[in-house]
Every structure is written in C-alpha cells, then in structure tokens.
C-alpha cells in the first residue's frame, strides 16, 4: 500500500501519544503533577505559597480569650475561607466543652507553653425521664451553663446494657436544658440517668485534611473521672480521614491520651503521650493505614493499642516506657500491620500482647 505525509504523521502522532500514556503504569490513570483549583475536587490542589492564618492569644493576637469559645472561633472562622492555620499563642486555656475540629485546618501551639485543659468534672443525676425522641434534660443542682458538653449516661431500661450519649447544653430554663442534637435514646429514671461534664479536647466526626502541630493537651486528670476512650481523650476522632499529630504532648487525662475510631490514614509522629489513666494512642476499631513513628509513650496504663480490624499500619521508632500493663497490645483482626524498631522497656506485666481471640475472620 502506498504510504503518505498524512498518513505517516497519523502514525507517528498516535504512537507518540501511546509512549506518554505509557508514562502511567498499565491500566493506571496519569499522575497528577500540576493541579488547578477545580470547583468541587476536594483531592487534588495547588501547593499554595500562603494562605489564611490567624491568631489566639490571651493578651495579644486576632483573637483573645482564653477558653473554649476563642478556639473554637477561630477554627470555625478558618472554615469558611476553606482551611487555613490557627496558631495558638503561649497561655492556658480552660474549655467547658470540647474544641470540634473542621476539615482542611492546621492547629498550632507554642509547644509546652500553648496548654488546653479542661475544668473538673461534676456529675448530677437526672430527675426527670427524656425519652428517645426528646432533646432535652433535667438536671439536679446548678453546676452546668449553656455551652457546656457533657456526657449523659444510664443503663438501657430494656436490655441493661450501657447507654452513652455525647451532648452540648444549648438553652435552659431553671434546671431543664435543651441539647444541640435529640437523644435518640431513653433516658429514664429506672436506668439511674446521670450527667457529667466530661468531653474530648480535641474531636472531630467526619472531617480530613487536619494537622494539629506543636501543643500540649492536659486532661486536669486528678480533678476529672475516667472518661472511656471510645468516647474521650486529650484527642478523639470519629470517622474521619488524614489527621496529622505532629509534636503534640497528650497527657493527664483519665481515659486515652489519642484515640481514633473508623478513622484512615491517620499519622502521629513525634508526639509525647503520657500519664494517661488507659491508652497512650489508640488506633481504633476498623482504622486504616495508621502510622505511629517517633513517639515517646509512657506511664499510661498501656502504651500502643491496636483495637480490632486496624489493618496496614505501621508503628516504628517509638519509645514505649513504664506503662502499667503492656507495652503494646495487638489482636482481633488486626492484619499487614509492621511494628519495628520500637523500644519497649520497663513494662508492667508484658511488653507485647498478642491477643487470642477466636472471634473474626483473622
């Protein structure tokens, strides 16, 4: 067959294009090496040089204050410019309810000198029944303010077993409070219903993109009751994605020191994690892909625990100490995971746990 120009550049172009195709393994879509700021492509941007920064302070910076409301404030007003940095100035700030954290903002301290706490704990009983669809509370005595959180607690009149509910205290009238979200549980009398001022630091539910660097968390723990780190800690996280700690000390608190659940590709590193009543960092059930390096955890009740289903993660290059019980403790459908070079000392029962449990697949 006769060649020609058109058809030899048709040739030449199509498997031009084949070669940078190729470029990408097979079956692969091309790597993305420079993004553009797309409406509605929450994966891929631009590496900004600068974006929005504000500070907290309680003499001096954007916003001053010296509690819960402050920070709060200013994460909330970092969200609405898409993400952003809130830089924590030297100071104590005391929180009455947890600090919730929005996606793609970056939280940092001023190290030992940046410290949030939380004020003691108080625990009244219910006096009255709320039912499942009720999005209120009665309360005895006058401990508790619009704003706080709490956590309300009972036995579940119907099968015994324990009933925990995370609230904020939104309006009352006398000792009656209205909650931000309805109960969705009954809390009634014959339960034994209490409410207690016990909340996170730090928490989110459903976020990503977060990095919380360079702070120190205090959970005031020998003025608070234990708080269960499926709930709690100086950081607890619920169903989210790519969180960073990155130099953070988490200590004192009567429960965990970081605990995460059903949260994926979650990176602590660097960060000091002791003192704590139970768990040092708790990757919890069903995470993903944790990574734990160069953390220093020590004299909690137990330094690193894998709950269940945590698979793909890796902890390397951690120093473990003087925790009560174990060292490490990994089991129940926890698979692929890679624990190396970690130093484990002084511990008191065992330094690694292998869990036998013969529930699950793995």
């Known amino acids: 067959m006769k060649s020609t120009r058109r058809g030899f550049l048709a040739t030449t172009t199509a498997s031009a294009l084949g070669w940078k195709a ?30 929005l920064t504000i500070s907290v302070g309680q003499k001096s910076g954007d916003m001053i204050g010296n509690d819960d409301k402050v920070l709060q404030a200013a994460v909330d007003y970092i969200r609405r410019f898409g993400g952003g940095t809130v830089k924590v100035l030297p100071g104590t700030y005391w929180l009455r309810n947890a600090v919730t954290l929005p996606s793609r903002v970056r939280v940092v301290g001023s190290g030992a000198d940046s410290i949030v706490t939380k004020i003691a704990s108080t625990s009244v009983e219910l006096v009255d029944d709320s039912d499942w669809y009720d ?5 005895s005595g006058n401990e508790f303010r619009v704003g706080d959180g709490v956590v309300l607690r009972a036995k579940n009149p119907h099968d015994g077993g324990d009933t925990v509910i995370k609230r904020t205290l ?13 109960l969705r549980e009954n809390l009634w009398l014959s339960g034994k219903p209490t409410c207690a001022s016990l909340f996170p630091l730090f928490t989110s539910e459903h976020a990503s993109d977060v990095v919380i660097e360079n702070i120190t968390l205090d959970g005031n723990k020998v003025n608070n009751e234990n708080f269960n780190g499926n709930y709690g800690g100086c950081v607890f996280l619920q169903d989210c994605n790519r969180f960073t700690f990155r130099g953070v000390t988490a200590r004192n608190y009567n429960g965990d020191g970081i605990s995460f659940q059903v949260c994926h590709d979650v990176v602590v590193e660097d960060c000091h994690s002791h003192d704590n009543a139970d768990l040092g960092v708790h990757p919890g059930s069903g995470s993903q892909r944790p990574v734990i390096r160069n953390n220093r955890l020590e004299r909690n009740n137990l330094g690193l625990f894998w709950c269940w289903g945590v698979k793909y993660g890796l902890a390397e290059g951690n120093r473990i100490h003087a925790n009560r019980s174990y060292g490490i403790s990994i089991g129940h459908a926890d698979t692929d995971n890679v624990m190396r070079n970690n130093e484990i000392t002084t511990s008191g029962k065992i330094g690694i746990l292998f869990r036998d449990d013969a ?3 793995d």
Do not use: C, M, Y
């Open 135 to 139: 999005q209120e509370i009665t309360v």
């Open 170 to 182: 939104v309006a009352r009238s006398g000792n009656r409070f209205k909650l931000d979200k309805g």
């Open 359 to 361: 529930r699950g697949h």
């Open 22 to 51: 190729g470029q990408a393994s097979a079956g692969e879509r091309p790597h993305v090496s420079d993004p553009r700021a797309t409406d509605g492509d929450e994966r891929f941007e631009p590496s900004w040089d600068e974006q």
